[in-house]
């Protein structure tokens, strides 16, 4: 670096960096807590400060290693501090890093402008130091809140982050280049010029980042809620094909008991019999009939018993579906049918033994009270309030529950999902009468 040009100081550089990475530790999802965290936290100030200290008169080879050593430190408590993906980990780890430039960046340039050639106040120092670190961080620390998910948790994918990562190098190499370099056309000559060009690219850059943020924020919630759209659909789709299959069963069902009538004429009596006794067992398998006072819950409950029966999954159920009579077709297929759905789809990876369902639906102090129980193996693992998605792609998985849980929103209720020892289990609570 120039020596004819006061940098930041290292301390500074360190503190602004662990801010930053505080900003984003703050809403993100945490795994570490309490006094475990205090002190983690307290030391990666300290490593870094140090670290930044024995680096500073290292020769300019050595700046964009030492710089890179940095950056990882930051990686380092950013991920093993937050509940989140390495991908996730590094690109927060870069917006934190320009902003942590943006803000030492801003602050030495007032610095330099109210103190250069002037005698040196400590306390004025300190105090300048505090507020536009404090004022600043704390903005960034609204911005971010503002467009964080719920989650805390954005699946960003490796396209996304090599994208941020190209924008993180543009700006840092940008800004830098006249402490390296004044023969350059980017490049300034005098200090107070240098200083703008590092401030200004800084903001710029983390401008640009915050942009691509919010872009990658609302393209996150279309895919959801587009994913979400077409489970609603599927699961309505699934209930048309049901009630249509269900009522040629109703047909044959009826024939059957005509023929059974008929062969009970049968002289032969062991033959009869044989050929009742298998005719009997055939119509058992169409008798997973559901009664429960309301056709849309009765269809979509037979449908899911004849699929359960055929893989040796036990479904029972004590519903009083009327009290879902107010409640629209899609509605109620999107609830019972995803959470059917996916409690079937867990249960075909155990012992037959253990494939067990009920479901049970009944009024509890003015509320209408949904309950999905099935048998659950391992340890339940929630991410926000919700499990999260066993299969490997988690870009287009995972939104069947998001869409119990909007679902029941529409109607003022709520949702909640724990494990009882071996049993998974999710409550459904709308409130009576339902209301849209």
Known sequence: MSELLPDIPRTYTALAEWLACMVFI??????????????????????????????????????VPAMIVAIGMMFLFIYLTCDISTVDAGYFTIKAFVAAEFVASLEWQVHFFLFSGKSMNVLLELALLVIIYGSLFYLLWILEKRHMPAEGNLN????????????????????????????TPFSGQYAQEIFNIRTLVDLGGYAILF?????????RIKHELKAMQNIFQNQYAQYQQSKESIDMINYKYHDLKNQILALRAEQNVDKRNDYLK??????KFYEAQNKTGNHVLDTLLTSKNIYCI????????????????DMDVIDITTIFGNALDNAIEY????????????????????????????????????????????????????????????????????????????????KVLIPLPLSK
């Open 211 to 219: 942009a691509y943020h919010i872009q990658l924020n609302e393209l």
């Open 347 to 426: 249960l075909q990876k155990i012992d037959k033994e253990k494939r067990l369902i009920h479901l049970s639906v009944f009024k509890q102090k003015g509320f209408i009270m949904i309950r999905f129980e099935n048998y659950f193996e391992g340890k339940l693992k929630l991410e926000g309030s919700l499990p999260t998605t066993t299969k490997l792609d988690t870009h287009y998985h995972g939104y069947g529950l998001k869409s119990i849980r909007y679902t029941v929103r529409k109607y003022g209720g709520v949702i909640s999902v724990n494990q009882r020892e071996n049993w998974f289990e999710l």
């Open 26 to 63: 703050s809403v993100l999802r945490r795994k570490i807590f309490g006094w475990k965290f205090i002190a983690f936290a307290g030391g990666a100030l300290v490593v870094q400060s140090i670290f930044l200290m024995l680096t500073k008169n290292l020769p300019i080879v050595f700046w």
């Open 156 to 183: 960003i994918r490796l396209r996304e982050l090599l994208s941020t990562l190209l924008i993180g190098i543009a700006v840092f190499g940008v800004s830098n280049l006249s402490f390296v370099s004044a023969q």
């Open 310 to 325: 055929k893989h040796d999954i036990t479904l029972t159920s004590v519903a009083d579906g009327a009290l879902l009579n």
């Open 278 to 283: 298998q005719m009997e067992d055939d119509i």
